[in-house]
Each structure stands twice: as C-alpha cells, then as structure tokens.
C-alpha cells in the first residue's frame, strides 16, 4: 500500500457556515467579533416544560433560498438542511467544483449529528405500535404508519453524505464520522489525512447536527449538562467563568474547502490559512467525566503541533473547546497549561460557543473555520459573557473586544463525550512561508 | 525499511454474528453451508412480510462479564467491545505491555488506537420515550416537565454511537488516535483502511479496528422491506432468483500492526493487508450507478495501492447482499475492473448470517483471513441460477480445498459508497 513520506500541502480555500448567529460564514465572523449570542428561548416547539427551554437555534433559514435544488432535498432533516448549505457557500467562496473530469479526485468527509429520529416520528410509533407499555410490533404493518422512502433515506446514518456527494458530483473518497462533540473536528482532521496520502486532490469536508428538538434536548437535559438560564439565555454560554453552568445547545453546519497547496496557487485562489495538522486522543478516563489534568487532550494538542511541525511557541491563538460546563473548561485549561507551561500567558484563548452555543457534531467544522478567517484578519474573536474569573481556568481570554494580533498558529480543540480529543492546527501562509 | 513502506499485518481477530461468537466456528458453519438466517422469534412474525433474520444468540454475559456495563450500553456496543477484545485478546497486546517495563507502558498505550465502524445508532433506543409520550398524552410541555420520572439519565450516554471507541479504551487504557467511522456498510473497511494508514502514518503504532451494528430490528426491518431491500427468506447472492437480503447483526474486529512489531514479539501472523480503496459514486443515498462504476473504480485503485495486478487475486469475496440491483452492478463492475483478466472464483457470505450492515465488512475480512490459512473457498450454497445480464460470472458453487494466497473483498453501502480491500496470506 501507498506511504505517506513528504507531508503534501493543504489549502483552506472555502467556508461555509449556517449558524445560531449567521447564516453565512461572513455573518458568523462578524456576530463572533461582536460578541453576539445566540441564545433566545426555543421558538422550534414547545419546549416550556423542559428543565432547559433555551437555546441558541439557526434563525430565519430558508432551505428554498439556502439549499441549491431545495425540491430535491425536501425529505432532509434540519441538518442535513444546513449542510447542503453551508457546502454550497463553501464552493461558492472556493469558486471552484467538482466537474466530469475530475469527480473521483474530490472527496468528502463529515461529521454527522447521531440518527435522530424525530419526536412526531415517535408519536407515530406511540400511537401505532405501544400497547400496554410493551411494543407492539404489528402495529408498524397498518396503512397509516407508513412513510414516504424519501423520509427513510433522511434517517441512515450517512444521508448527509450521500445529499452531499449527490448535490456537488464527488465521487472519490467519502466518510462519515460520529465523535460526539469532537466529529466536526474530527471529520476535518480525517479529511487532512486522506488528502496527504493521495486519496484526493481537493475535499469538501465539514459537520452538521441539529437537536434542538424534544427528543436532542431530553437527552442533554437528562444530563444536566444544559445551562438553566432560562431568564437570561444570552448569557447562559460563558465559557470559563467562574459562574458557568453547563452549556448553550446550539445547532447548525459549518464546511471547508481543502485543496493540495499547488493546485490552489496554480489556479489563483484565495488562500485563508494552511491547514497544517491534525491530534486525536482518547482520554480513556470516563464515558462523561473530563480528566482533571488534562490528559487525553494535551497528547491530541501535541500530536497536532508535531503533525503541522510547528513549536508550541508558533501558537498564537486557541479556539477553545470550551462549553461551559464546570468540569470540561477546567480540564482544557489543564490541557493548555499542560502543553504550553511557561507560554501560556501569551496565547490568545476564546471559545465561539460562548456567542452561538454547543453546535454538537457541527461545532469542531465551524470553529476550525473560524480559526482560518482569525488568522486572515488577524483579529481573535471574544469570548463573550466572562465576569468572573476562575482560578481552575487561568488562561488569557479574549475579554470585551476582539484583539487585534498577527496570528502565526491558531488550534482549535473539539473533545467529545466517551473522550475522543480531537486537535486541528492552521497555519498563517506567510508564517507557513517562511 | 520506515514506517511508512512497512507491511501492515493482522495479529488478532474477532466476531459475534448470527453463526456464533468465534472466527473459527463460524468458518466452519460457512464451509459446511448451513445458515443461521432462520424465522426469529423477538417478535410475532405471523403477520410479517419477512419472518427470516439472523440474530446474535450468544448470551450476553458471555460477550461482556461486567453485568454492570449492559445497563449503560447498547446492544451493538455489546457485539463491539467483545469482537475488539477478542482480537485485543489475540494480539497479546495486554500481556506484552504488561511485561514492559513501567516507564514505558504510557508510551505503548498512547501508541495503541482504535478505529470504530459503527451503525450510528438505532430506532428502538429511541423507544425509551414511549412510556413519557404515551402518559403525557401527546403533549410536549407535560413530556418536558415528566422527563426525568420516566427516562433514564444516561439515555444518551447509553446511545451514543461512539461507546465502543470509548469503552474498549477505558478498559484497555489504549489511548492513542482514534475515529468512529458512521458510514453504513463501509464503516468497517473504512476503519481497516483508516487504520493501515495510521499506522504508515505513524500516529499509532498499533491500531483495534472494530465494526459493530444491531440492524434486526421491526422498525428497520419494515423500512428495508418498504424499499425492496428485504426478502422472506434467505438471501440469495447472485442468483438469478435473488429478491432481497436478510438483517443480520454482530460485531468483528482485527488488530493491526507492522510486520517487524508481530516479529518483534514472535506474534502470530494471521495475515497482510495489501490494499484498500474507497469511493462514493454520487448517487444519492439509496441510487446505484447502473453500471457498477464505483465498484470498478475501487477495486482498480485497491489493486493500484496494493502493486497487483487483476490475475494477482486469487478470490473474490462479494458484497453480494442480494438485492437485485446491488448484485448485478455488483457483478457488472468486479467484470469491468477485470477487463480481459479471469474473474476469479467469486464467494458472499450473507446466506450464512444476514446483512450485519455496519459490521458487515469486518465479518468478512476476519473470515477470510481464516479461509486463506486454511485454504478454503465455501460455496454460495444456495446459487441455482446464474442470472442472464452476468451468466459467466464464476460463483463458487461448491466449498472445497484451494491454493488461495490472496482475496479481494468489495463492501458497498447507502450513500454510493464502495471499497475494496485486498488481503493476503501472511507468506504473501
């Protein structure tokens, strides 16, 4: 089999994002910057019951508008919604497709929400097929239980990626993949290594989720892993704060344009960053809880540093994981200051969750994206919401505004639920140059 | 030789399916051609469509021990910790850290990852909600404010389709990359492929890759007869005759590291992975290219990456679910891949357990590892008729002895996904 020897560069030529506060990924840059939450109570249904009935939703999204050939997709879940837009606005900002020609050497990689069957579909399943407490198979057989096909293609496991290769014509490498919170990062980090190793040229590769509905959110609120803010849901997301009380359930899809380095130079293109490496760990500590000190996260940071070939010192700013939750900020801050000891001080931190919640599968894919337009523009976006300061969180936040700095390195961290860590690094061009 | 151009062997295996919980006995039930797909009893079939499946019969506390565990797992988690720790158990991983010295066990552990292929999850999880909707009559602010009464509150902890990854990991403090791979019938190879790579990478030095799906299911079940993917019976792969495929479950795994690692410890070789590729035929989730161009184009660029040419395969061992459709472009892109070559003898195991969907990739690999060392080839047992539009395909149709040193294996999900693996004797 084929080796992977000298290290073939990749360009992030493309963004796309849908999320609660844009549904561009110009619009998300923006709300980021500004510091605007996402936060409002759910307007999806009613979720007035719920311990939590806040959340930071996707607002005024229109698939006729937002997703190209939206007659063909009609049957597709909100995410998978979301991803066909968020993939087209990525394309579009790349100004490049896949053609006839080249199909096979363009691949996909996504991290896709878990198979969420929704509540109306349960109902169904309650008033059909439950009979004294017990399922009632026979009841699936009647006339009125059955379903348009459509609908059940929406409900396999890879649906996104079989809209996706379908809608943009990629016909090589193609994967989906499900770390809890880390599969955003995780399918852009697999996306990294299929292209190094030949498999394609160019990969169109991203996260999407959605479960603000009465079935995803039960989940969470079982939990207790939601903020109960429920009076101030702008603020329920502060990230490291002393305060914090678990996270904001965001939702959305955010996509990246990868293309081998020469090919996208030869043709011109816009370069935001060069992605430069990919660390995946697993905490091996427990199922819920985050390692105390760090562990499982600080070998994924460092692998990630080692895979790009950069020094910790080139690190100039980390987007953060940080969900808000009292265990899991802590234990990151344990990681960064495990990883970059005595430079920790002069590493910029700030968590996009704290503006647009916890976008779950599609949380890694967005901020990996927000970490390429910081370092285009050289701004780091805030981390909105911090007053009170933590001393198991001593790391130095982007507070108030936006700062304004040259970044060289920027890493973004995504560590999911069962502790899969997941650590990405993009390079600045000029840095990467030199 | 680096890293990087090394050979990537398998050292230990394991599966839980339909036709029992080891690599060895379920071969010999593939050779012998008797099938595990039989009328199942989870449920009254009387007025079923399909009353035939293939269900993991192996008691619990046989796969797992730890009681414990089985309450905040899935039952696909279950087939997939068992299968990874059946082929961990074969490597002699554990015992062989275990003899390091202490200082050096982190760096071995950090050094070991585990690549999962999971189902993604499943619709009777979901029915732990039934009891709620059914008392809160259909109201969502009563099920909200009842939720914590009549839930569990590891629901999703139990459900997440990532368990397997993390659980074999915690226990056995393997820390190293990882991935779990929801890509339907290609997550297994996809996780083999991702592994190899890995490997040559050098983000491990020794990758678990595991696949594990619990598809039998009434809900699931209906829905794959609705499209026309399922048959009352048992499936018939490449016949003429073939009218659908039948859910299986379980779970397989292989561990996997270089030749100079299993020669370095004397392990025992089970054999080599030579090559591996992976296309989407962009489809759709449920469209087949008609000409089976993402089945031809895998097998070209898997025997590519594996430096062989198409007369170097000496077996093919078929996705063959069944299905009309699959089958035939199936056949029709293993030919076009072929060109001018001989098609070697072609074999499918679905007859013999079901269709185990996430899982189904990995069963087939860990058996024909097995059918290589023993030099064994079973037959489709139950293959009548060839069908007219692919009458010369070779089908093997009786089990018997063969010098086989190598094997191509196709495996093609929802989505218009296709790989091809292509695996070796470990003299190869």
Known sequence: MSATRDKRRIAVTGLGMVTPVGNSAAETWAALQAGKSGGAEI????????????????????????????????FASRAQSFALAAAAEALRDAGIQPTREDSDRWGLSVGAGMISVGYEDLCRVESHAWNDRA?????????????????????????????????????????????ACASGGQAIGTALKAMRRGNCDRMLAGGFDSMINPVGISGFCLLGALSTDNETPTRASRPFDATRNGFLLGEGAGFLVLEDWDLAVDRGAKIYAEFGGDGNSLSCYRITDSPPDGDGPIQAIEQALRDAGVDRSAVDYVNAHGTSTQMNDASECAALHGVFRDRIDEVRVSSSKSCMGHLIAAAGAVEAGVCCL????????????????????????????????????????????????????????????? | MSVAESTIVV????????????????????????????????????????????????????????????????????????????????????????????????????????????????????????????????????????????????????????????????????????????????????AVGEGVAAIRNGEASRIVAVAHDAPFEPENLLYYYQLGLATDGIPRPFDRSRSGTALGEGAAAVALETEQSAASRGAEVLGKILGFACVGEATGVFELDEEGSGVNRAITMALADADLSPDGIDLIVAHGNGTPASDKTEALGIREAFGSSEIPPVTAFKWAFGHMIAASGMADLALTLELLKRGEVPAVPNFEAPDPEFADFPIATRSGSHQIKTALLICRGFGGVNTALIVGLPTQ
Not at chain 2, 69 to 85: M, N, P, R, V, W
């Open chain 1, 374 to 434: 910081a370092i285009r523009d050289s701004i780091a976006p805030v981390n909105a919401n911090y007053g009170t300061p933590d001393p198991n969180c001593e790391v130095n936040l982007v507070i108030g505004d936006p700062a304004e700095l040259p970044i060289r390195a920027a890493l973004s961290n995504s560590l999911g639920f069962g502790g899969s860590n997941s650590s990405l690094v993009f390079l600045n061009p000029e840095f990467s140059a030199s």
């Open chain 2, 11 to 190: 050292t230990g295996s394991g599966l839980v399916c339909g036709a029992g919980e080891t690599v060895a006995g379920v071969c010999d039930q593939l050779l012998s051609g008797d099938s595990s797909v039989r009328p199942y009893e989870s449920w009254p079939s009387e007025n079923w469509p399909v009353k035939f499946g293939a269900e993991v019969t192996t008691d619990n506390r046989t796969l797992v021990p730890e009681r414990k565990l089985h309450k905040t797992i899935s039952k696909s988690d279950l087939f997939g910790i068992y299968a990874a720790e059946r082929a961990i158990d074969g490597s002699g991983w554990k015992s062989w850290r275990d003899g390091l010295d202490e200082s050096e066990q982190p760096a071995f552990n950090d050094q070991t990852g585990i690549i999962a292929g999971s189902g993604g999850g499943s619709f009777h999880s979901n029915y732990d909600y039934l009891p709620l909707i059914e008392s809160a009559e259909g109201e969502l602010q009563r099920f909200g404010a009842e939720l914590s009464e009549q839930v569990t509150p590891m629901w999703l902890l139990k459900n997440l389709p990532n368990n397997v990854l993390c659980h074999v990991g915690i226990r056995a403090q393997f820390k190293g990359t990882n991935a779990c791979i929801t890509n339907h019938c290609a997550s297994g190879p996809l």
């Open chain 1, 135 to 179: 399922l009632a198979p026979d009841g699936m057989l009647s006339d009125s239980f059955q379903v348009n096909p459509k609908r059940i293609a929406s409900w396999q496991s890879n649906a996104g990626l079989g809209f996706l290769t379908r809608q943009f014509g990629i016909a090589g490498y193609a994967t989906s993949v499900h770390t």
């Open chain 1, 43 to 74: 307007a999806g249904f009613d979720a007035s019951g719920f311990s939590t009935h806040i959340a930071a939703e996707v607002k005024e999204f229109d698939p006729e508008k937002q997703v190209p050939d939206a007659g063909r997709y009609r």
